[in-house]
């Protein structure tokens, strides 16, 4: 449209949104927000008001070693106040902070950090000689800082961050930046070719954390004090860095410490509000520490894989805690849908309403597209991949044409789902992991949850193998609790009246632990390679 034609707005519509007014607005009101860190054995603590002098002193170190606006600058760490200082001031000096994934295969680390360029790499010294293993590749990093104490001999020469910051001063002077500019990038876990890289703006992070505090989402507050748990390498730990530096909820960083008891230990010593991790974390804490006290968090989410029903079942019954689901990727932000029940809830309980996907939110547009290219109406039982645009869904990949991932300026997300009237997604499939049995899908999403609701069960993956009759049948593999027994027959039983009985698996397996991508979500790849592989022993039931 012609906008001479139009009345011209009276707004300052070229205020810029970017991260520079969002690191004040919470260095300034929220002051003495904290940021605890758990260390092992304890947990250090600082105020907003430290964390921003610490981020001044960053920032002012990092151009003293050469680096301008549009560098890259990585971080290979834990979930930590020192991380959260270069997640403020790399994007406020105009750097763009490339947060590395420190569970890649050295090929693909090697890959992202030469594809990204990055110039320096913020370590942390515990994990040095996983980066070191691909030290001598990095062309482009000029500097290696390392923070803490841990052997860092397979790095070279590398600077101490606490000595960088010691010899500098507060109150850095931060250039003005352009919204539109690249404010922090994140790869994607690469799982078929190399990784891509996604190239979040000012404006979009800046738009991502408003959201979080709006009740269609987290409804994130200053009263609020969220444990991190998401790793800060994926997907900017979901936004919420950002959105509780704005609004000045504490934080707390978990570092290493992921597994049931130490979480369980962390969450009653620093009584979070919020907190939100992929299924199998939260299972883990489910099976491995009942007895913990969650009664401070007044939401759990859950989300970067399907939420099995029996996990939303058994944190309410054995924590008194609500988990809800919410949806997105890399690519997006990543939260695009948020599972909040609606005020009419009709006549579905509660749970039903958990179990889905999540509800699109306001700023994301999303569709419905068949195989056709056919858009699909939101009646709650069409399926079609969904497809979504909107001011954080990437528009393209970093360096990388990737044509069959866009269709006319919205993205395609590779996800299987049906969208009801009132806007609830429920992701049947990732298109990748559809199986087709004689022509019609089976929902291996579906089959899995109730799977998984089976009381002897722990984990249940489900993928398709060839058939000669079918094309593809599914092959349940489950992963039984400790001191429990269920036969392939037993399962069978559960499923039946559960599911369509066509669903039902006829191939089981029993395996020790389901195998997990560099995030902790089911790796069906590998599944699907062990079986071509002949490695998975298979019980076929008549
Ligand atoms: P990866 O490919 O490594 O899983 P992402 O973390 O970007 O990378 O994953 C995004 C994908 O995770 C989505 O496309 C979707 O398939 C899945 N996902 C995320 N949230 C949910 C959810 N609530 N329910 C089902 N699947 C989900």
Known sequence: MDIGALPTSTMQDDYQLTIRPLFEHGRRQHASSKVITFTGDGYTEASFAEVAERADRLAAALTR???????????FMWNNQTHLEAYLAVPCMGAVLHTLNIRLFPEQLDYVINHAEDRVIIVDASIAPLLGRVR???????????????DTSSLGETLDYDALLAAEQAGFAYPEVPEHAGAAMCYTSGTTGNPKGVMYSHRSTYLHSLMATSTASLALAETDRMLVIVPMFHANAW?????????????????????????ARIIEDTRPTLTGAVPTVLNDLLHNAPTADLSSLRMVMCGGAAVPRALIEGYQQT???????????TETSPVCAFGTPPKDRADRS???????????????ELRLVDDNGAVQPWDGESLGEIEVRGP?????????????RFDDGWLRTGD?????????????????????SGGEWVSSVDLENTIMGHPAVAEAAVIGVPDERWDERPLACVVLKDGTQASADDLRHWLAGRTAKFWVPEHWSFIEAVPKTSVGKFDKKVLR??????????????
């Open 529 to 542: 390679a062990q079986f071509a592989g002949g490695d998975l022993d298979v019980e076929t039931l008549d």
């Open 416 to 436: 299987v789902a049906s969208v009801s009237a009132n806007g609830f997604v429920m992701i049947s499939d990732r298109a990748k992991d559809v199986i087709k």
């Open 65 to 75: 070693l050469g680096i301008r606006p549009g560098d890259r600058v990585g971080t």
């Open 392 to 404: 954080w869904i990437t528009g393209s990949y970093y360096h990388v044409d990737a044509p069959d």
């Open 350 to 364: 509660e749970v039903d309403w958990r179990v889905r996907t999540g509800r699109v939110m306001p700023g994301v």
């Open 136 to 150: 001598d590749t990095l062309p482009t990093v000029q500097h290696i800082i390392t923070v803490g104490q841990g």
């Open 319 to 329: 924590f008194g805690v609500w988990i809800t689901q919410g949806w997105g990727m």
């Open 239 to 263: 936004g919420v860095p950002y959105a509780a530096w704005l609004i000045g909820a504490d934080l707390v960083f978990p570092q290493q410490y992921l597994q049931a008891a130490p979480l």
